[in-house]
């Protein structure tokens, strides 16, 4: 009976994994309820109920309560970014401290709840929720009613995988309508709910599902990638999600967000954004964690209002790069609380990309009270013309450029560059000068001659005499806010100056060194050891700095009174003096509370090493950071060593 048994649970369960996630049965229902009736009698006469058997799958009797369980290693969340900027700190940190060009992966961020799972010698043992990382709750006896796992695997040793309890839109849709006297609001909370229902046929009555993405932990050794991680889910028998991305770059992983973007409103499964994460195991662990994230990983959140609309003529804008900007006119749709009009993309190139063309439904973002983006075009109708690229300037005539995927205008003297490069310097996270809005500046351009941002201190109340628009209340409050924006923090008045790659970010590395004077005065090497700033960003800041007419600008705002200031950086403490790194984990503190407290104590920290670096202190793990160390004769205190200096 036992040999029936057995071949009954083999063939059940390929059915079961053929239905449930590769979603083509190869049998009809009537095929597979004789089989399973079988079953169930053999199990009843003989009292034996294989470890695998599909019954095990039945909700049982409600459970009192859900018991600790302390996964075998921990689960980390991911950092999150929501900016392009945020994104892009994200790779020049990776690049800088990781010893090869690592590739990255970008898959779907689901919204549902994270579970782990546990299998012992091929076999299920255990399933539980994510809870604090360390410990979560067990719900075994919950997960038995889903069917996108397997109960027996080939791998006989101890493994946790990872994956996104999720309830299908279409199955909530269904659940509601035979259900309307105790509707569920949304997909997220109803899986959540269902995997943390006391009662497990409560579960199965929502039908979850889990999407795994994961290896947690494999005892004799972690896959050498997510790409063979995702690999051995699929050959365990796993339920993962089709779509999965390896990338080369920025660029490419740009491109997988953006499809992701547009896709998103077709599946059938609620997801709030994309993860990007280092492919390479050897590079995940030289990068590290934090004492929240993994430093290989971020998850790039989408806002959450988008619209399809169509495109109704698409024209070029002239920004104060000089690099020219398709700007699409669409047709007039209600997004976050405004009509919207007008949506933008980054280049021809990813106009192209996206395949966006005149008369053309897009789908189309807003975020953060800007001009919407357009994602991706959604269809084309007859009449779709593609978009023609231009050979001039739409403004001046002065030729086109083309750098890459991007078109430039080449006379640096176009009036809307002068526009764009004075609106950057005055916007509200650099300069804040309220009330010198694009089109002010054009006015003041065109009427007075305003073209450096010198030029706007030099202003004066007779200077607006005559200009439409400007009475003396507006004029008295323009000339209060310039004067009031002669005192700003370092960091917002490096960002003002439009230095390319200089976001908010990288500059509030390079306002760390004190003074505009300082931050031109440093090497090429310097520059590189700080966090956000790369090999293209590098040389942007020293080609800004070597040329003369930046220079003699710096020198006019200097004397009309400009005055960036920094906060005071401590001189005195244990680690005065001190350029700091630090590699491996520390069992006292994460690497966030460390930094802090060598800060606090004089020092400064580098996140990679350099010849500038001094002193070194090295937790579990150590890798590529303290070999170079090495190298270079830097000193090394281990965390005990740390601690003492701490006090």
């Not at 969340?77 to 010893?99: Q, Y």
């Not at 689901?110 to 076999?123: I, K």
């Not at 039908?207 to 290896?215: A, K, N, S």
């Not at 006019?556 to 350029?579: I, N």
Request: with cysteine.
């Amino acid at each position: 009976m036992n040999g029936r048994m057995k071949e009954l649970v083999g063939i059940l369960n390929r059915w079961a994994y053929e239905y449930y996630v590769l979603d083509a049965p190869s049998v009809e229902d009537r095929e597979y309820d004789r089989l399973y009736d079988e079953l169930k009698e053999l199990e009843r006469t003989t009292g034996v109920v294989l470890p695998d058997s599909p019954t095990r799958r039945v909700g049982g009797e409600p459970v009192k309560g859900f018991e600790r369980h302390k996964h075998i290693a921990r689960l980390f969340s991911l950092d999150k970014a929501v900016t392009e900027d945020e994104l892009s700190a994200f790779f020049t940190r990776v690049e800088k401290a990781a010893d090869i060009a690592p590739t990255y992966t970008v898959e779907y961020k689901f919204d549902g709840l994270t579970m782990c799972l546990t299998y012992e010698d091929g076999v299920f043992v255990r399933a539980a929720t994510r809870g604090n990382g360390v410990e979560g709750e067990d719900v075994t006896a919950q997960a038995l009613t889903l069917h996108s796992f397997p109960l027996s695997i080939s791998y006989k040793g101890t493994l946790e995988v990872r994956g996104e309890a999720v309830m299908r839109l279409s199955v909530l849709e269904q659940y509601n309508r035979e259900h309307p006297d105790e509707p569920l609001k949304n997909a997220r909370n109803a899986a959540a709910g269902a995997i943390r229902n006391l009662d497990p046929k409560q579960t199965a009555l929502r039908r979850p599902e889990i999407l795994f993405y994961d290896v947690n932990y494999k005892s004799d050794g972690m896959p050498a990638s997510q790409e063979e991680a995702l690999a051995f889910l699929k050959r365990e028998g796993f339920q993962t999600y089709p779509f999965f991305k390896v990338c080369k770059n920025y660029d490419e992983v740009r491109e997988a967000i953006d499809e992701i973007e547009v896709e998103r409103k077709k599946i059938d499964v609620l997801t709030d954004g994309a993860v990007v994460k280092v492919n390479e195991e050897r590079v995940r662990e030289e990068l590290g964690y934090t004492d929240k994230f993994p430093r290989w990983a971020i998850a790039y959140k989408f806002e959450a209002e988008e619209a399809e609309t169509t495109v109704l003529n698409v024209f070029w804008q002239v920004g104060r790069t000089g690099k020219l900007t398709p700007l699409a006119e669409v047709e007039p749709v209600e997004l976050a609380g405004a009509t919207v009009r007008r949506a933008t993309l980054n280049n021809f190139g990813d106009l192209t990309k996206k395949d966006v063309k005149v008369n053309s439904r897009v789908l189309i973002r807003r975020s953060n009270e800007v001009i919407p983006e357009i994602l991706g075009a959604v269809s084309h109708a007859e009449g779709s013309v593609p978009v023609e690229k231009p050979a001039v300037c739409p403004y001046c005539g002065s030729p086109v450029r083309e750098v890459g995927a991007n078109l430039f205008c080449s006379n640096e003297s176009c009036p809307p560059r002068i526009v764009q490069k004075l609106a950057h310097f005055c916007s509200k996270n650099a300069m804040d000068v309220e009330g010198l809005s694009e089109q002010t500046i054009a006015l003041l351009l065109e009427k007075r001659g305003v073209k450096n941002f010198s030029d706007l201190y030099a202003l004066k109340e007779e200077s607006f005499e005559g200009l439409e628009g400007f009475r003396e209340k507006k004029i008295k409050n323009l000339l209060s806010a310039l004067e009031k924006s002669k005192h700003i923090p370092l960091d917002r008045f490096l960002y003002a100056l439009g230095i390319e790659g200089i976001g908010r970010v990288a500059a509030r590395d390079l306002a760390a060194y004190g003074s505009v004077e300082e931050v031109a005065s440093r090497t090429k090497e310097e520059l590189l050891a700080l966090e956000n700033v790369g090999e293209v960003t590098a040389n942007a800041i020293l080609g800004y700095f070597a040329n003369e007419e930046n220079c003699a600008e710096l020198a006019r705002l200097k004397r009309a009174g400009v005055a960036p200031y920094t906060e005071q950086r401590v001189t005195e403490g244990a680690f005065a003096g001190e350029s700091v790194v630090l590699t491996g984990t520390l069992a006292s503190m994460g690497r966030t509370e460390a930094q802090r407290r060598i800060e606090t104590l004089g020092g400064v920290c580098q996140s990679s090493v350099t010849a500038k670096t001094t002193l070194v202190v090295a937790g579990e793990k150590a890798g590529s950071k303290l070999d170079k160390a090495k190298k270079l004769n830097i000193p090394v205190i281990t965390e005990e060593e740390f601690l003492k200096r701490l006090g």
